[in-house]
């Protein structure tokens, strides 16, 4: 039994731990499994990055963006 969407949720090192990135805040983004796994496909393409503000921004590759324009998820946006 799972008690929410934070046990839906893999935690993803925005710079890789194998690249010096460290575990903590800061260096991770929450994503659904399905997403983690398509972060880390070697021929998907997609980034993250932390934006000016500390949020992550999900940067698509060519083939489905073509200026790779970062993206946000606005679902949970906070004010």
Do not use: K
């Not at 839906?8 to 010096?20: C, E, F, K, L, V």
């Amino acid at each position: 039994m799972t008690n929410g969407p934070l046990d839906w949720a893999d935690a993803h090192h925005i710079i890789a731990r194998t690249d010096g990135g460290p575990t903590a805040l800061e260096n991770l983004a929450l994503l659904c499994r399905h997403h983690h796994r398509l972060i880390h496909h070697p021929t998907a393409g997609w980034q993250i990055r932390l934006g000016a503000d500390d949020r992550p921004d999900f940067i698509p590759p060519a083939d489905i963006g073509p200026d790779r324009h970062p993206r946000r998820n606005l679902y949970h946006l906070r004010q």
